[in-house]
C-alpha cells in the first residue's frame, strides 16, 4: 500500500500541472481610428472591404488586416506568431457598407463561409475571401458576384500568398454610398469580363 500511496503522490502534481480549463477567447474589438494593417501599414479605414483580426496570447492588442485575404495569409505563413487565441472576420451578410463594415459585424474565421474568385476586391484592389457566417448568405453573394464558396481549411494556400495583380474594384462596389452590393448589382454571368476572371493571377482549384 506504501508504494501506491507514494505513486499517487507522484500524479496529484503532474495532474495539477498538465492543464488548466482554458478560458473563454478573447472577444472581437472594433476597428479603432488607428488601426493599421500589418502588412500593409496603412490605415484600414484607408481600405475598402471586409477587414480581419487577429488575437495572440503574447499580445493585448490585436493584429489588424485592411483584408480578409491578408488574415487568412498571416495564419498560414510559418514565420509568423502561432500563439492565435481567436479570428475575427468581418460577416458581410450582417454589413451594410462594402467600405466599412459596421461594429458588431464580427465572425469567428473558423466558422465562416468564404466567397473567393468573385469580382468583388478587397484592400488595395486584391482578390478577397468575402466572409459570411450563413452560407446561404454566402451562395447568394457567389450567384450574383461569381467565385466558390469555400470553409477557411479549404482556401488554397495561393490564393492567400504570393503576389496578385491588383485591380479596381468592380463597379457594383463602388458606390458613392459605399453600400454593399444588393439586388441592384449585376448577376455574375452579366458581369463585363473585365470584372471577372480577366484580373485574376492564380488558376482555378
Same mark, same amino acid.
Given at each position: ?59 493585448? *492588442?490585436? /493584429?489588424? %488586416? !485592411? $483584408?480578409?485575404? #491578408?488574415?487568412? =495569409? +498571416? ?52 482578390? *478577397?475571401? /468575402?466572409? %459570411? !457566417? $450563413?452560407?446561404? #448568405?454566402?451562395? =447568394? +453573394? ?52 473585365? *470584372? ?7 488558376? #482555378?482549384?
Amino acid at each position: 500500500m506504501g508504494w501506491i500511496a507514494a505513486g499517487l503522490a507522484m500524479l496529484l502534481p503532474a495532474a495539477c500541472d498538465r492543464v488548466a480549463p482554458a478560458g473563454p477567447p478573447p472577444a472581437p474589438v472594433e476597428v479603432s481610428d488607428e488601426a493599421t494593417g500589418h502588412y500593409c501599414g496603412m490605415l484600414l479605414a484607408d481600405h475598402d472591404g471586409p477587414k480581419g483580426q487577429v488575437h495572440l496570447a503574447s499580445r493585448a *492588442e490585436p /493584429v489588424w %488586416f !485592411s $483584408s480578409v485575404r #491578408d488574415t487568412i =495569409a +498571416f495564419l498560414r505563413l510559418p514565420e509568423e506568431a502561432k500563439d492565435v487565441a481567436a479570428v475575427y472576420v468581418n460577416d458581410m451578410g450582417k454589413a451594410r457598407q462594402w467600405a466599412q463594415p459596421e461594429p458588431g459585424t464580427w465572425v469567428d474565421a473558423h466558422a465562416a463561409w468564404f466567397v473567393v474568385d468573385s469580382a468583388m476586391r478587397g484592400g488595395m484592389g486584391a482578390n *478577397e475571401a /468575402v466572409p %459570411f !457566417s $450563413s452560407e446561404p #448568405d454566402a451562395e =447568394a +453573394f457567389r450567384a450574383r458576384h461569381g467565385g466558390r464558396v469555400l470553409r477557411l481549411d479549404a482556401i488554397p494556400d495561393d490564393y492567400v500568398i504570393g503576389p496578385v495583380e491588383l485591380a479596381s474594384p468592380a463597379p457594383a462596389a463602388a458606390g458613392t454610398d459605399g453600400a454593399l452590393p444588393g439586388d441592384d448589382a449585376p448577376a455574375a454571368d452579366d458581369r463585363p469580363a473585365a *470584372e471577372g476572371d480577366g484580373h485574376r493571377h492564380h488558376a #482555378d482549384h
